[in-house]
């Protein structure tokens, strides 16, 4: 099976900062790697397929980057809507969630 | 207007049964990969199963032999069975849109249903 971890598990920031979360794989996935946003009492939204691939009609101050083992997703400037909780994904072998990175605002 | 309307949760006592369904709007559940994930309270997502375009299946370690993901291809509508529930499978549970042909990704989500397993 396929782990994946995420760091930070949560982070405060303000207005108009850059935030970065890494997510990593337990073996090499290239770039079968999605990432999705989560607000309370929400389901689950596509961001970033493919690792860096940005989904339609999503912001353009989120993407992704990374292959292999190591991603980053990273948000340019943190606005108040961004507040979720942020979960990496991996479809190399079935899927796998990342544990999930807690976004505040400072 | 894609929409996929989950129902059938509720509480049962451990041991017991409960069918989930997930009834789709605006595309072919059986031209594409089709998955439920849960996310038991204040935690993370867990993927649960999923149904190839083919009608292979497979599902997580956690309800192998216990839960049976399914379709019906007039009704459009996906399922998924789980029998011997514990009270660790209490969970919100959501069907999703997993991809088709070579995309994966989950791009479609219901708005989730909440089983509760207790006693």
């Known amino acids: 099976d396929i782990q994946m971890t995420q760091s930070p598990s949560s982070l405060s920031a303000s207005v108009g900062d850059r935030v970065t979360i890494t997510c990593q794989a337990s073996q090499d996935i290239s770039n079968y790697l999605n990432w999705y946003q989560q607000k309370p009492g929400k389901a689950p939204k596509l961001l970033i397929y493919?690792?860096?691939n940005l989904e339609t009609g999503v912001p353009s101050r989120f993407s992704g980057s990374g292959s292999g083992t190591d991603f980053t997703f990273t948000i340019s400037s943190l606005q108040p809507e961004d507040i979720a909780t942020y979960y990496c994904?991996?479809?190399?072998?079935?899927?796998?969630f990342g544990p999930g990175t807690k976004v505040d605002i400072k | 207007e894609v929409q996929l309307v989950e129902s059938g949760g509720g509480l049962v006592q451990p041991g017991g049964s409960l069918r989930l369904s997930c009834a789709a709007s605006?595309?072919?559940?059986?031209?594409?990969?089709m998955s439920w994930v849960r996310q038991a309270p204040g935690k993370g997502l867990e993927w649960v199963s999923v149904?190839?375009?083919?009608?292979?299946?497979y599902y997580a370690d956690s309800v192998k032999g216990r839960f049976t993901i399914s379709r019906h291809n007039s009704k459009n509508t996906l399922y998924l069975q789980m029998n011997s529930l514990r009270a660790e499978d209490t969970a919100v549970y959501y069907c999703?849109?997993?991809?088709?042909?070579?995309?994966?990704?989950?791009?479609?989500w219901g708005q989730g249903t909440l089983v509760t397993v207790s006693s």
């Open positions: 994904q991996q479809y190399d072998n079935l899927f796998t």
């Open positions: 999703a849109r997993a991809g088709y042909s070579s995309s994966w990704r989950f791009d479609y």
């Open positions: 605006g595309f072919t559940v059986s031209s594409n990969y």
């Open positions: 149904i190839y375009s083919g009608g292979s299946t």
């Open positions: 493919d690792a860096s």
